[in-house]
């Protein structure tokens, strides 16, 4: 019996609506992005509404404009509505938004990505931004690949063990090609969008960490007031809360003392202020 070899789809993007109410409906009251952004990328025709479905779909592209990838997400307000990639959907090619500038910062989904725009506005558009649609590797590698001069690396997945493991293998990926500024960005809470929720006193999900970490955090906190840091701007805290979130998730899960975090964590510090300050 010859078996037929499997003929892969070609892709096309869904039948698009000529409305983008539900689309604008669910992003800024379900997940309370800011409208001035999703208006960009609407105009990049980078997001836009399907029919008959309704759905969000968010479009990957190369670098000339041309659609390769769409991701669709149902935009009905139940907890397990739909979401998935159009058939034929390159993975090289996730949605993005393309910058100028020598950052990436890189997300698990896109309305994470939209979400961190929404709490950092500031001069967005000059970066580089980056949907994984979850936690492979292709698209990120592919992108970098394409931009060379991009050095900077931001790893913004879910605050999660989920997270965590796929922050480490993808941090060990990027160091293993030669990437020396790789850093993370912890949401407060599970994801940003999350953290948008609470801002807007609505129910979120927490993050889920391991209980000597949380501890551990509260030791960074203590030492950062020691040292008189609270009001400084000496120390970028979340760049710190990365490089040690770097030393606690490198032990990958060996059982360790809170004495010896205490201590790791001392030595972090310390060090950070010999870099910071020259001395």
Known sequence: LQIEPEIKKEFELPQKCNSMKRV???LIKQRFIDKNIIDEFVRRNLIYEDIPYHNAVFVGTDDQGTAHHAHKRSTLPYKKSFRGNAEGSDPHYPFHWHGSSNQLYVFEAPVDL???LTLNKENWHQHHYLSLNGLAFVGLESYLARHEDIDHIYICVDHDPAGHE???RIRDLL???GYEHVERILPVNKDFNEDL???HKQSFICAEDHLCYLNSIKVIHQLKDSYDLKNCNLIDSRKYDSMFADIYYGLKGNDISFSRLK???????????????NL
């Open 24 to 26: 604008y409906g669910y």
């Open 114 to 116: 939209l979400s961190y």
């Open 166 to 168: 796929g922050y480490e």
């Open 175 to 177: 160091e293993e090609k």
């Open 197 to 199: 929720k609470a801002l």
């Open 263 to 277: 201590t790791l964590s001392f030595s972090l510090l310390v060090h950070t202020l010999v870099w910071q300050q």
